[in-house]
């Protein structure tokens, strides 16, 4: 169990629906990434946040957008559901706090199915 | 922005083989290389990491090598187990404000018994 906890496992919508997908990092870490991982896609970067602010982004679509909380866990909204935005997402967490410890430890993912 | 190449994608071994799967990266500048192992329906677990200023580290039968001058590493897994079959995939993390990962297409091992 790596510690970061990710809902719902599973997600099936429709087209042109929107959904959010929640994220609880490590304790004690305070950044939070989303990643997307497709068949043809491999794992994609969408977008980091570090303690509550953005700080890099990815090739998130302008359909996508996220925020972490003052407590640190993270959302990302999808909106306007595309059959094409079935994937699996993932949340990773590290401490980034200023030092070299780039560590990045997943959550086990969302597997989002768009029908 | 940095780009991470990873050989091959599919790799199939006899048990107690060795494994080894490699990688190239563009940004000469990235100085962080993990390796993660995702099992079916799991998400990346990570296994070994190097950093740039270490030409080689070694865990166990898990070892990981870094050319800094040719712009490649390469994982060694030696003495193979059925249960190393999984994806796994390279990462290198650029050197700026972030501490984002750019990871490989993966490579799906099958160790047969």
């Known amino acids: 169990d790596s510690g970061v906890t990710q809902t719902p496992k599973h997600l099936i919508t429709a087209t042109g629906q929107r959904v959010t997908l929640r994220c609880s990092p490590r304790s004690g870490d305070l950044s939070v990434y989303w990643y997307q991982q497709s068949l043809d896609q491999g794992l994609q970067f969408l977008i980091q946040?570090?303690?509550?602010?953005?700080?890099a982004k990815g090739n998130i679509l302008e359909r996508f957008s996220a925020q972490q909380f003052p407590d640190l866990h993270s959302e990302l909204n999808l909106s306007s559901l595309e059959l094409g935005d079935s994937a699996l997402y993932f949340c990773a967490s590290s401490v980034a706090a200023g030092s070299t410890n780039e560590k990045l430890f997943f959550g086990s993912g969302t597997q989002l199915s768009v029908l | 922005g940095e780009n991470v190449e990873q050989h091959p994608s599919t790799l199939s071994v006899q048990e107690g083989d060795s494994a080894v799967i490699k990688c190239t990266y563009s940004d000469s500048a990235s100085n962080y290389f993990p390796w993660y192992k995702q099992e079916l329906g799991k998400g990346p677990q990570l296994i070994i990491d190097?950093?740039?200023?270490?030409g080689e580290k070694k865990d166990q039968r898990i070892a990981v090598t870094l050319n800094k001058t040719a712009k490649h590493f390469s994982l060694h897994i030696t003495e193979t187990q059925p249960e190393d079959s999984a994806v796994y995939f390279c990462a290198a993390s650029p050197r700026d404000s972030s501490y984002k990962l750019i990871f490989g297409s993966g490579t799906r091992l099958l160790v047969r018994p």
């Open positions: 190097i950093r740039s200023n270490v």
């Open positions: 946040y570090y303690n509550g602010e953005e700080r």
